[in-house]
C-alpha cells in the first residue's frame, strides 16, 4: 500500500516538474501543434489529399514530439542527485523508472492527445473518427515513452545524450509508427478502431510496458556506478 | 537488533585506478566516523559503495540492523548533490521524500524547524541559498529516519549557524543509537569517536 502511494507521489511529482520545474513539457505540445498545423500550408489545400495523409502526419508529429521530449526523462534527475535518493528509496528502480515514464507521459504526452481534434479538423480528418484517432494517440504515444526510455537511460549523463537518445530510439520507434499510422488511416476512412493495425498497435504497447522499464533501470544503474 | 556498521579489507577500484585497499573500520551504535582524506582518495566512493550504488573490488561490507524480506538498506544517504527540485515549495518536496521512503506521515513542519527553515516551507525551492538547500537535504534524514547515515561533506556549505544545527543532529542520532559516517575535511561538528584516513592507506 505504501509502495503504490510511493509510486504515485512519482508520478504526480514528475507530472507536475514537467510543467512548472522547468521540464519544458510544453515544447512537445508546441512541436506537435505547429507541424499539424502547419501541414496544410505546406502540402496544399486539397481536402481529399488531406483526408488520406493526415493521420500519417500526425503520427509523423507525435513520434517526433515524443523524440524531443526523451532527453528530459532521467537527465535532470541525475545531473541533481534525485535520482541516488531514488534508487536508495528501497523501491525498486524498475517501478521508479515506469512511474517516471507514466508522469512525463503525463505532462509531455496527454497534451498531445488533448489538442488532437482540433489538428484532426485542420488535416481534413472526419468528425466521426476524431474519438477512435484521440485514443490511437493515447495508447501510441504511451508506448513510444515507454520504449523511449531505454535509449533516454542509456544517454543520460552523457553530455548532449538528446542526441544520442533519438539516434538509438529511431528504429525502436519504426514498429508503432507503422502499426499507429495504419490504424489511424484506416479509422479515418472507415470509421472504427482500425482494425489489425490498431491490435497490432496496443500489443506493441503492451510489450513496451513491460520490457522497457527493467532495460531501463539497468541502464540508469551504470550511471549511478 | 542494534545498528552496526563493519568493513572488512575493502577495496575500491574505479575504472583501472586502484583508489585504495586493505581498508578495515567497525562501528557500532552511538559512534560517528569521520573520513579524512585528500582529494581523489575514494572518500565519496567509499560512502556510495556502502549504500550499494557502486560495486566493491573486494572484501566484505556488512550492515545491520537487515531485514531478510526488503531490499531496504539501513541507511540514509546524503551526497554532495541535494536531489532539490527548483519548481517545488520546500515542504512539498520534503514530502514527496516521506512519502517515497515509506513515511508519508512524518512532521514535516517540524523537521524544517529543527533545520531552522521552517519560515521558507511555502518558498518555491529555487529561492533557496546553496546553505538552505543543504538544510532542507539534511531535514530528508529526519523525516525518513534510518539508524545508519552516510554523509558526503555535510557541512560544505552550511553557515556556522547550520553546523551547530547539523552537531545537534548528529548528537540526537547518535544519543538514539544512530551511527554517523561522514566523509569531512574539517573536524565534524560536534566530534567524531573514530577518524579514518583513507590517504594513509596503500
Not at chain 1, 479538423?121 to 531505454?150: K, V
Not at chain 1, 479515418?188 to 522499464?213: I, Y
Request: proline letters at 7%; one cysteine or more; glycine letters at 12%.
Amino acid at each position: 500500500m505504501s509502495l503504490l502511494h510511493a509510486l504515485l507521489a512519482i508520478v504526480l511529482r514528475d507530472a507536475k516538474l514537467g510543467w512548472v520545474g522547468g521540464g519544458g513539457a510544453a515544447l512537445p505540445a508546441a512541436f506537435f501543434a505547429g507541424a499539424s498545423a502547419l501541414a496544410p500550408f505546406a502540402l496544399g489545400p486539397d481536402p481529399q489529399l488531406l483526408t488520406k495523409i493526415g493521420p500519417g502526419f500526425l503520427w509523423l508529429a507525435l513520434a517526433l514530439s515524443a523524440l524531443v521530449s526523451l532527453e528530459r526523462l532521467f537527465q535532470g534527475d541525475l545531473e541533481d542527485g534525485t535520482l541516488d535518493q531514488l534508487a536508495l528509496s528501497g523501491i525498486p528502480l524498475t517501478l521508479v523508472v515506469a512511474a517516471k515514464v507514466l508522469g512525463q507521459w503525463l505532462a509531455a504526452g496527454a497534451p498531445l492527445v488533448i489538442i488532437s481534434p482540433i489538428l484532426a479538423l485542420l488535416l481534413q480528418i472526419p468528425p466521426h473518427a476524431i474519438p477512435a484517432l484521440m485514443l490511437n494517440l493515447a495508447l501510441g504515444g504511451l508506448g513510444l515513452f515507454f520504449i523511449g526510455s531505454i535509449p533516454a537511460a542509456l544517454a543520460a549523463g552523457v553530455r548532449r545524450g538528446g542526441l544520442l537518445a533519438a539516434l538509438l530510439a529511431l528504429p525502436l520507434y519504426a514498429p508503432p509508427v507503422i502499426f499507429g499510422a495504419a490504424a489511424a488511416s484506416a479509422a479515418a476512412s472507415l470509421g472504427d478502431f482500425g482494425g489489425q493495425p490498431f491490435l497490432l498497435l496496443c500489443a506493441f504497447t503492451l510489450a513496451a510496458l513491460a520490457t522497457a522499464p527493467p532495460a531501463a533501470a539497468a541502464g540508469l544503474r551504470l550511471h549511478l556506478s | 537488533m542494534t545498528a552496526s556498521v563493519s568493513l572488512k579489507d575493502v577495496s575500491l577500484q574505479r575504472g583501472n585506478r586502484l583508489l585504495f585497499e586493505g581498508l578495515s573500520f567497525d562501528a557500532k551504535e552511538g559512534e560517528a566516523v569521520e573520513l579524512r582524506g585528500a582529494n581523489g582518495s575514494g572518500k565519496s566512493s567509499l560512502l556510495r559503495a556502502i549504500v550499494g550504488l557502486l560495486p566493491i573490488a573486494s572484501g566484505a561490507i556488512t550492515l545491520s540492523p537487515r531485514s531478510v524480506d526488503d531490499d531496504r538498506l539501513p541507511t540514509a544517504y546524503l551526497g554532495h548533490l541535494d536531489a532539490v527540485k527548483n519548481g517545488e515549495t520546500v515542504s512539498a518536496q520534503l514530502q514527496f521524500w516521506a512519502t517515497v521512503s515509506g513515511t508519508p506521515g512524518a512532521n514535516i513542519a517540524e523537521a524544517l524547524d529543527r533545520l531552522g527553515i521552517g519560515g521558507l516551507a511555502n518558498l518555491p525551492s529555487s529561492m533557496l541559498s546553496a546553505g538552505q538547500k543543504r538544510r532542507l537535504a539534511l531535514a530528508r534524514l529526519l523525516v525518513a529516519p534510518q539508524p545508519i547515515w552516510l554523509l558526503d561533506e555535510p557541512a560544505a556549505p552550511l553557515d556556522a549557524n547550520g553546523r551547530d544545527v547539523l552537531a545537534g543532529l548528529i548528537a540526537s542520532h547518535r544519543r538514539a543509537g544512530g551511527i554517523v559516517i561522514a566523509a569531512i575535511h574539517d573536524p565534524l561538528p560536534g566530534g567524531a569517536s573514530q577518524t579514518v584516513d583513507l590517504s594513509a592507506l596503500p
